[in-house]
């Protein structure tokens, strides 16, 4: 099979190859998918889990990409709850080969079944994105009807899905990002947007909830906002020093089901708009993710027309 592959971190993605692997085979609680779209997270390339097993031995040439919408080819022995020839979607494990690649093998548990209405490239921009923008809001956030929500990176893949579930959840949101994705942030459902190059986020005023993507000094200065009682949530790292009156949260996005299923019904009522800044094949997915230009949104491997 085509895979794309990683073994030089340093190098980060202008070090991803495309080349020839063996088809994997289905463990114990397995599946194996016929990969039809991939996601991928330019920071997988820092992780660990990229480059070494839980052991912390090294595992590469890796297959990067953890996102994917496919159809199930192969059940392993013990698998239940899903069926040869369903349509999945859903998050490949962090420290296996991943979702790059013509066929994936992947836990049962991690995949959510896919609506036959909702595209494979829809799919696979969905699982990280989505689970993480509801993990951080509805159990780490805790957000309620009526609270202010201030989104970093408003327009991007994530938190343009923050902008739209808080919405939905009731709660005025402020978003931020470059002067470039003011509208797009305010298009997703933000009702205010701050240029974080030209505007002074201080002048935002008392936050019930800070979901922050970026980290940093904005992290940092952001914490200081938040109302005393109100949650500083992120995926970039532990907050440093936050208020004492503020309940800081840092966490790693976990695959849920449930969680998937509610998602994509979101999708195909109307709900909730998935963020695509670009689709590209697998024999394009190098110079896709080298872009020449900054690309507004999620990048999606289409494995199959």
Not at 101 to 123: C, K, M, Q, S, W
Not at 269 to 295: C, H, K, M, Q, Y
């Amino acid at each position: 099979m085509k895979a794309i592959v990683v073994a030089d971190q340093a190098a980060g993605t202008a070090g991803m190859t495309l080349v020839e692997r063996r088809e994997p085979q289905a463990a114990i609680n397995d599946v194996v998918v016929r990969v039809h779209a991939s996601g991928f997270v330019p920071t997988e390339l820092t992780w660990p889990s990229t480059w070494t097993d839980r052991l912390d031995r090294d595992r590469t040439p890796s297959i990067p990409g953890h996102e994917l919408a496919g159809v199930v080819t192969a059940l392993g022995y013990g698998t239940t709850g899903l069926s040869v020839g369903q349509r999945v979607f859903g998050v490949a494990d962090w420290y296996r080969d991943g979702t790059l690649a013509e066929y994936v093998a992947i836990e049962a548990r991690n995949l959510a079944p896919l609506p036959g209405d909702v595209d494979f490239t829809v799919g696979a921009s969905l699982p990280i994105s989505g689970l993480t923008a509801w993990q951080g809001l509805f159990e780490h956030g805790r957000v309620q009807a009526g609270q202010s929500v201030l989104v970093h990176g408003a327009a991007g893949a994530v938190g343009s899905m923050v902008t739209q579930l808080a919405r939905e959840a009731g709660a005025y949101i402020i978003g931020t990002g470059r002067a470039a994705d003011r509208q797009k942030a305010l298009d997703f459902g933000a009702k205010e947007f701050v240029d974080l190059e030209t505007d002074a986020l201080e002048d935002v005023g008392g936050i019930d909830l800070v979901f922050d993507v970026i980290g940093g000094d904005i992290g940092k200065r952001s914490a200081r906002l938040i109302r005393a009682g109100g949650r500083l949530v992120s995926i970039v790292g532990p907050a440093e020093a936050p208020p004492a009156d503020v309940l800081a949260v840092d966490f790693v996005v976990e695959s849920n089901r449930a969680q998937l299923s509610e998602i994509v019904q979101r999708v195909r009522d109307g709900r909730l708009r998935t963020n695509i800044g670009n689709i590209a094949t697998l024999d394009e997915a190098v110079a896709a993710f080298n872009p020449s230009r900054r690309i507004s949104g999620k990048t999606i491997i289409r494995v199959r027309p």
